[in-house]
């Protein structure tokens, strides 16, 4: 992916671009709200990583002025503010996503690739997805494994299907208890791990593939790679 | 008011009803106070009100004062006519020497008549009570005039007591005995208005000293208005002044009269409040972000220390436990900026009516599997569903900080309820009841005040901040915290919370002796409940 970073933290920047690029990502990196827009006019990236406190021109602002010419790349806020108004404000400016400083890179990677990802297959609603043997109907919401029908609680169904729409990549907790449980906080108790136990031992159960797997560090993905 | 003559008098104890009458005061600080003093608001509409006043007694006054002495004046001229005429009469059908003796009766009368008959061309006095025709006789023809003569004073017991300036009001008519006599007469009819002329200037006068009074009295009616009003508006000013200095704890002196002023500095002061209590809340989160970050950032700083002179092996474990230590403060610092935010009102969000059953009901499906791994069997005890003015989020949370404490806390428990209702004074409640030890009745005063503070022990592991963060949330929500017995001993088959719990018993010990786990109840209790 090609990444455009605008972000005014000179080091913080510099070890973000070299995470990205370790993990196979073209960054450009730009420290000021004017460079961001123009650079992003030239267009070319697939995501847009804003730090939403610049100093000459906020994020907020930048978006807006990029939406505002019609440009659809996704786009990332990263902020120290991070309640709910904020989020709010951010998503109306035409963020994708929102991250709150302090933020871990696999969290970042993760969501970054994610957003990647949605760009690439756009408007067309996929309701079938599938990952080895295991296959989901988004309408009928069944859950099929070989053929074999597996059944699970809704919430069950949304989690994995949220896994296996972003089929491949990692999925991190904190994304799971937004996407799935639409909740903005980080409970102290591992609820989430719990879930993903559960519903591995539908998924997996019996079946010499592991497909649902856990990423040290950084959270899930359903993969039949590996 | 006069003005202070000597130039060189320090003091300014102006005459003024004495604003100004501390010594200290120079004439530069008095004046400038009654330069505030005629600018206020109160001065100002005094003055338009004074002035509307003024204008519109002194056209009532020239109009009472015209109507009444055109009156008078007319019923002198009337008079004057009337006898002119009944003398005109007399003259032509008697003669000059009937006008005479008449003239002469009359004038005998002593009253406020003065009558005249001169013989012209010699000019001789014939009859009459006046000396000598006025010169202003002359000049007025056959109009009426006013005159002054010299009378005799007459005192109550009609004796003589010199003599007096008098007004009068006349007119001068020239009878001829026949169109072609050389001979003719001139009689002089006026009366004496000196008491009327008297009256008309003691009503001037007295009119015009009820003008000044007025004004006066408006005058000074109005600086006293302003100068209590500025007084108090002072008072304000002071209290600002002295917390723009930097004293938080300064408050206006409220005067108990319950009037618009004291509303708005009641108002103001609430207000002053709530930024101090803001403030020392900061204050207290950043002493705590200092506690809280200062000993993890010491042990890295060690570890890193001893870390550059170790083994591979030791390295790699200094790295994997730096990266906790770094973990765990983020969160620490998470929470505690969390909690400011929400503590100063910003974090809030939109406010909406939420349905607590709603929230708890997804929280349950959240935390269920945890539970039940963790060895807990949780249960969802909602007796009524009240909705509250709130956020889902904050709310959401506060529930799963709760629920995170017991998980954590209600070491060897096996239940965990999340109990919704409305207590009895019809408060909507939300709260996270356990069976695991629990905290004993005493300690529970000092337990809360440690989450309303945000001070704690640091024995346990963790940021410890959830509570804060729940307590924060419920003030947000103006709701309160309470701590009370949580489930039954393990051995109880009842779960307790069906009784209502209202504000004042939900904390009251519930003593319950043979058992020494009572377990805990963490509640939140709203101010009201629709629904």
């Not at chain 1, 973000?16 to 990236?45: E, P, Q, T």
């Not at chain 1, 799935?180 to 409970?187: K, R, T």
């Not at chain 2, 790295?319 to 505690?336: G, I, P, Q, W, Y």
Request: glycine content about 10%; aromatic content about 6%.
């Amino acid at each position: 992916m090609r990444l455009l970073l605008i972000e005014d933290d000179v080091e913080a920047a510099a070890q973000l671009a070299k995470f990205l690029r370790n993990a196979g990502h073209v960054v450009d990196h730009v420290m000021d709200g004017g460079d961001g827009v123009s650079m992003a006019a030239a267009g070319g990236y697939d995501v847009y990583v804003i730090d939403r406190m610049l100093p000459t021109m906020g994020g907020t602002e930048i978006l807006t002025r990029r939406r505002d010419d019609g440009d659809e790349t996704p786009a990332l806020f990263l902020s120290a503010l991070g309640e709910v108004g904020d989020r709010l404000t951010g998503f109306k400016a035409g963020a994708d996503d929102y991250l709150v400083k302090p933020y871990s890179y696999e969290e970042l990677l993760a969501r970054l690739e994610v957003l990647g990802k949605r760009r690439g297959t756009p408007s067309n609603v996929t309701t079938r997805y599938a990952v080895g043997g295991l296959e989901i109907d988004v309408l009928t919401r069944t859950a099929r494994r070989d053929g074999r029908k597996i059944d699970l609680q809704p919430r069950e169904f949304r989690l994995l299907e949220y896994l296996m729409r972003h089929g491949g990549q990692v999925v991190t907790r904190t994304m799971l208890l937004e996407n799935v449980w639409e909740y903005h906080f980080d409970p102290q108790t591992n609820v989430i791990d719990v879930h993903i136990s559960r519903l591995r031992a539908k998924i997996d159960k019996g079946f010499e593939k592991k497909l649902l797997k856990t990423i040290r560090g950084a959270g899930y993905k359903i993969t039949d790679a590996g | 008011m006069n003005a202070p003559s000597d130039k060189n008098e320090k003091t300014s104890r102006s005459k003024i009803g004495g604003w100004t009458r501390q010594p200290h005061r120079d004439k530069s600080a008095g004046r400038i106070f009654v330069t505030r003093l005629l600018r206020t608001t109160a001065f100002r509409y005094t003055g338009v009100f004074l002035l509307v006043f003024a204008v519109s007694v002194g056209m009532l006054a020239t109009l009472f004062y015209q109507a009444t002495f055109s009156v008078v004046d007319r019923q002198t001229d009337e008079i004057i006519d009337q006898d002119i005429s009944v003398l005109t009469e007399v003259f032509v059908s008697d003669g000059p020497g009937t006008l005479r003796r008449l003239i002469r009766e009359r004038a005998a009368w002593r009253d406020d008549g003065i009558y005249m008959m001169i013989g012209a061309p010699s000019g001789a006095l014939l009859a009459g009570n006046l000396t000598a025709l006025p010169l202003e006789a002359l000049r007025a023809g056959e109009g009426f005039f006013n005159f002054t003569y010299e009378r005799t004073k007459v005192d109550a017991a009609r004796r003589e007591v010199g003599e007096e300036t008098r007004q009068a009001r006349g007119k001068l008519r020239r009878f001829k005995v026949s169109p072609y006599a050389n001979t003719s007469f001139l009689v002089f009819v006026a009366r004496d208005i000196s008491s009327r002329e008297a009256l008309r200037q003691r009503s001037q006068e007295q009119l015009t000293r009820i003008g000044g009074i007025t004004i006066m009295l408006g005058l000074i009616i109005g600086l006293v208005f302003s100068r209590s009003l500025l007084m108090r508006v002072d008072v304000l000013n002071r209290t600002a002044r002295a917390i723009r200095d930097g004293d938080l704890s300064k408050r206006i002196t409220l005067r108990g009269s319950g009037d618009e002023l004291d509303h708005l500095s009641e108002n103001l002061n609430a207000m002053l409040d709530q930024i101090e209590r803001l403030m020392s809340g900061m204050r207290e989160v950043s002493d705590n972000i200092a506690h809280d970050l200062r000993s993890p950032l010491t042990r890295i700083r060690t570890r890193l220390n001893n870390a550059l002179q170790a083994s591979p092996a030791e390295k790699d474990e200094a790295l994997r436990a730096t990266l906790e230590d770094a973990e765990r403060m983020v969160t620490t610092f998470n929470s505690l900026l969390s909690i400011a935010r929400i503590e100063s009102g910003e974090g809030i969000g939109a406010m909406e009516m939420v349905n607590l059953a709603a929230i708890a009901e997804e929280m349950v499906e959240l935390y269920e599997p945890a539970a039940q791994d963790a060895g807990y069997a949780l249960i969802l005890d909602v007796l009524s569903a009240p909705n509250v003015r709130g956020s889902r989020a904050l709310i959401s949370q506060a529930l799963a900080n709760m629920l995170d404490n017991a998980l954590k806390y209600a070491v060897g428990g096996s239940r965990i309820a999340i109990c919704v209702g409305v207590t009895k004074t019809g408060c909507a409640k939300l709260g996270v009841a356990d069976d695991g030890p629990g905290i004993p009745p005493p300690d529970r005063e000092d337990v809360l005040k440690r989450f309303i503070r945000l001070e704690r022990s640091r024995t346990t592991t963790g940021s410890g901040l959830g509570l804060s963060l729940v307590s924060a949330i419920a003030r947000a929500h103006h709701a309160s915290l309470h701590l009370g017995d949580g489930l039954a001993a393990p051995q109880g088959l009842e779960i307790e919370t069906s009784a209502d719990v209202s504000p004042g018993d939900a904390s009251k010990d519930v003593a319950s002796p043979g058992s020494a786990r009572r377990g805990l109840k963490i509640q939140l209790i709203f101010e009201t409940a629709n629904g």
